[in-house]
């Protein structure tokens, strides 16, 4: 395995933690490099001034000492003279064929000497090592009184060197440092951001193993991409888990409703096998029961592939509302006398953007469930507002009323407010589902309020037809 395919099945921390590491170790290696070059080049030339100095001010020392000095009075005054050289500055003084006639301070043994010159004056320079030590050596010709000597200064580099070796250590140490540093930052900074991931990737897999109902609690709740995530993730698993229920609930129900007229129709054809040949009234009561039940499972049917049914909304779809809620409260007041329907109209009537026949249904659907659900003697208040682009119809009973806990699932599919209620006539538990597929399907909006006792309204939201 190569090392991209190591790093690829490492930790995020690891990978974190290395890729930090090696972007300061790359970066301070740089700026080291780049600093001690540049200070080995600074110090470097300044050594050399410093020794070409040293040449220059003997030469000028000579040259005043006049026609008439001599060796002699130059080997009396070599106190003067080193005064003139650093203290690990070695100056020696040779006659032409090679002979040494005067040392200044002896530091550092004598170096080969030069003799030639290409201009008088020259001054020859050379970084060679004697004796183990780097040096400079520099070469020049001077005059004292009328002759002419070669003048050899030995500049050892030991200050420089120790000076780079420090700088070198110095450096060494604060990256070390830096290093470790930078590697203790990031591993508490990617422990930080990469615990909530872990989080998120141990609930994944217990969402995976347990299902839905599996607690998720993040600790991490700053407003950044990582908390995003968390409460992205967070808000899709609830609405999963209502959906899931949501199925399992409606698969329940749809069993249990076919279930029982089925097995109801199981009972009497039975029961008609066995005694309704010679018993014409069982007979007639098991035929009665079952054509029932056969209706009811008709209707349910009926509702459900209506609720499955895709069908393309009505493009020009527009109805006069006011018409079609008078249409249905004269219809269901044949059949229902007892009920007082009570309409009213605010606004300039305009026409809804729904077909005629949604509306119809809707309507029927909720004056249905007024008269079905209502203990007193039905009075059903219907109010149609025309407001700019918006026509609201507030329908309002004084039934039993819907307790808060069912609210929220009076629009899903089979959904009955208690079994006790199950054989309410005519009650399949889709009435609402339909209603409100129709209109979610014109862009349109329903709300229910209820109370116990009370009665219940119904707010609807239509589009005005432009
Ligand atoms: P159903 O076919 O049973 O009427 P719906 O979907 O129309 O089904 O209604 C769902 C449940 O909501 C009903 O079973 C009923 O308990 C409750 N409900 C609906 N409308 C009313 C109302 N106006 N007053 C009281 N309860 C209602």
């Known amino acids: 395995m190569n090392i991209k395919d190591r790093l690829k099945h490492q930790s995020l921390k690891t990978k974190w933690m290395l890729t930090t590491g090696v972007a300061i170790l790359i970066s301070y290696a740089a700026i080291c490099i780049v600093i001690f070059i540049a200070l080995h080049t600074w110090l470097l030339a300044n050594e050399e001034k410093n020794a070409l100095r040293t040449v220059d001010d003997m030469s000028s020392f000579f040259a005043s000492q006049g026609l008439t000095v001599t060796i002699q009075d130059l080997q ?19 006659q032409l064929d090679g002979k040494e006639i005067l040392q200044i301070n002896n530091t550092s043994p004598a170096a080969n000497l030069a003799i030639f010159f290409s201009s ?12 183990g030590r780097d040096v400079y050596v520099m070469h020049r010709l001077v005059h004292i009184g009328p002759i002419q000597y070669v003048l050899q200064l030995v500049h050892p580099l030991t200050a420089f060197q120790s000076i780079m070796r420090y700088i070198f250590t110095t ?38 193993e347990q299902g839905f109902e599996t607690q998720v609690d993040f600790e991490y709740d700053a407003k950044d991409e990582i908390g995003d995530l968390l409460r992205i993730y967070e808000s899709m698993l609830h609405e999963l888990k209502i959906s899931f229920n949501r199925q399992q609930q409606f698969i329940s129900n749809a069993s249990h409703e076919l279930r029982t007229p089925i097995q109801s129709m199981e009972g009497h054809l039975s029961l008609m096998k066995r005694w309704g040949k010679n018993d014409p009234d069982v007979l007639e009561e098991s035929l009665d029961t079952t054509l029932n ?15 499955a049914r895709k069908e393309s909304i009505a493009e020009n779809a527009s109805t006069d509302v006011e018409a079609v809620v008078r249409q249905v409260s004269t219809e269901l007041q044949f059949i229902y006398e007892e009920v007082t329907f009570d309409t009213s109209v605010v606004g300039q009537p305009k026409h809804a953007a729904i077909s005629n026949e949604a509306l119809l249904q809707i309507i029927r659907n909720l004056y249905e469930n007024s008269i079905r659900y209502n203990g ?25 009323g819907i307790a808060e806990e069912h609210l929220p699932y009076i629009f899903d599919r089979f959904y009955r407010v208690d079994d006790a209620r199950v054989h309410v006539e005519g009650s399949t538990g889709l009435g609402l589902s339909i209603t409100k597929m129709l209109i979610d399907k014109y862009g349109g909006e329903i709300e229910v309020h209820s109370q116990m006792g009370k009665g219940t309204v119904f707010l609807l939201r239509l589009t005005i037809k432009m």
């Open 76 to 94: 009396n005054q070599t106190g003067l003279m080193k005064a003139i050289l650093n203290q690990d500055q070695t100056v020696r003084l040779y």
């Open 120 to 131: 008088p004056n020259e001054t020859i320079i050379d970084e060679t090592t004697l004796d």
């Open 171 to 208: 450096m060494l140490m604060m990256g070390v440092g830096a290093v470790l540093l930078a590697a203790i930052i990031s591993y508490y900074a990617s422990n930080v951001l990469i615990r909530p991931l872990r989080q998120l990737r141990n609930s994944m897999i217990a969402v995976k």
């Open 293 to 307: 039940e056969l209706a009811r499972m008709k209707q349910i049917m009926e509702e459900l592939l209506q609720l």
């Open 376 to 400: 007193n003697m039905p009075y059903i208040k219907t109010m149609i507002h025309y407001e700019n682009d918006h026509v609201y119809i507030e329908i309002s009973d004084n039934g039993i």
